[in-house]
């Protein structure tokens, strides 16, 4: 399972661990955190409160574990980037409001940093409570009651470091063009078989082609499903050529100075979403889109209405993001996707920014 992933933001709530030296919370802040988190008008789900989060370092205690007891360990992750220490790690019976109004009852696995910034956790395993996490974008979370360690009352958990993750998979919408050996064809007229232009192998032929239909109600459920519009010229000269739609989390190629001078590269690869501070690139007003997906050997890098963005990358949460059927067709085509995890074996063609790395490039 992955140690990277995305949490929700719920904001900096009182310390629950205001003693050091054991494996236990004080009982009245952990009272003080119930309530609702998110409505309508700030929905746990919109992209200010999905936030990245990854390991740092684990400094004794268990090296799986994100370690309650700050006298043994000050075990770190970073959240968007920035590091935190993990301090305490709560369990609560809540309810899950979607956009639509429905509910799901769920046991909450909430942890906080040292500072105060406290977020809801995906869950370790596959199971009801990731289901429901994952059914539908959260608008709000009500916090019912404390479920304490070992029935013990006080008692808090340490917070396991591999955990579940979802995502919206990474792909292109109907129209786009894509430089093949033929010329620029459509990207939904690609078939299997065909040769694709790419920056790095040249000519490359397609192995897998996908396909998801979003629909008017389901952006109107989750408006974060919405396409990222890409404008002719806002990423460099002429670059992309004409207007290109991408799903938000497709990764588009950033060449120049400021990335060398950044990051030590020359070319990084940036989520559109993390490109919404440059002129030219916002979320757009589309209520309907077809997303497809090409995929090959191997990451590649391939010219899309001019402008170089990413294929495929199969990981552990794009695997899962696409449905059972094509899921099966693509681990018939390559057997060792089975076991796919946090995206080993199958290596990005760049370095991919975080948003707050992206952020030094579009400001």
């Not at 006298?71 to 019976?93: L, P």
């Not at 040249?202 to 890409?230: K, Y």
Request: charged share 20%.
């Amino acid at each position: 399972m992955p140690t990277s992933f995305e949490v929700l933001y719920l904001g900096n709530l009182p310390l629950i661990d205001t003693t050091e030296g054991d494996q236990f919370v004080d009982q009245t802040a952990v009272n003080s955190w119930l309530g609702i988190y998110g409505s309508a008008a700030d929905p746990l789900a919109s992209t200010d409160n999905v936030m990245d989060w990854a390991p740092a370092s684990f400094s004794g205690g268990q090296a799986t574990n994100y370690d309650l007891n700050n006298n043994t360990s000050n075990d770190t992750f970073t959240v968007d980037g920035v590091q935190q220490t993990h301090d305490a790690t709560m369990i609560y019976n809540a309810t899950i409001t979607y956009f639509d109004g429905t509910t799901a009852n769920i046991t909450a696995v909430v942890s906080q940093a040292t500072n105060g910034d406290t977020y809801l956790m995906p869950e370790f395993s596959a199971n009801a409570d990731q289901a429901a996490i994952e059914a539908q974008p959260i608008q709000s979370i009500q916090l019912i009651s404390p479920i304490y360690a070992n029935n013990n009352p006080g008692q808090a958990y340490n917070l396991v470091a591999d955990r579940q993750a979802a995502d919206l998979v990474p792909c292109f919408t109907a129209g786009t063009r894509i430089a093949t050996n033929r010329g620029e064809e459509l990207v939904e007229e690609l078939e299997v078989g065909d040769l694709v232009m790419t920056r790095d192998n040249g000519l490359q032929p397609v192995r897998w082609v996908g396909r998801r239909d979003v629909n008017a109600a389901e952006t109107l459920i989750s408006p974060e499903w919405r396409p990222i519009m890409v404008r002719a010229g806002s990423v460099g000269p002429n670059v992309p050529e004409a207007n290109l739609l991408l799903s938000p989390n497709h990764r588009v190629l950033i060449c120049g100075e400021q990335a060398s001078l950044f990051f030590g590269e020359n070319e990084v690869l940036v989520a559109a979403k993390h490109l919404t501070g440059m002129d030219g690139v916002d979320w757009a007003d589309q209520a309907t889109v077809s997303y497809f997906h090409i995929m090959f050997d191997r990451h590649e890098v391939i010219l899309s209405n001019g402008a170089w963005s990413e294929s495929f990358q199969p990981a552990d949460y794009s695997l899962r993001g696409i449905g059972d059927d094509q899921r099966n067709e693509i681990i018939g085509l390559f057997p060792e996707l089975e076991n796919y995890t946090n995206g080993a074996g199958w290596p990005s063609a760049r370095k991919v920014l975080k948003k707050h790395e992206a952020q030094l490039l579009t400001s």
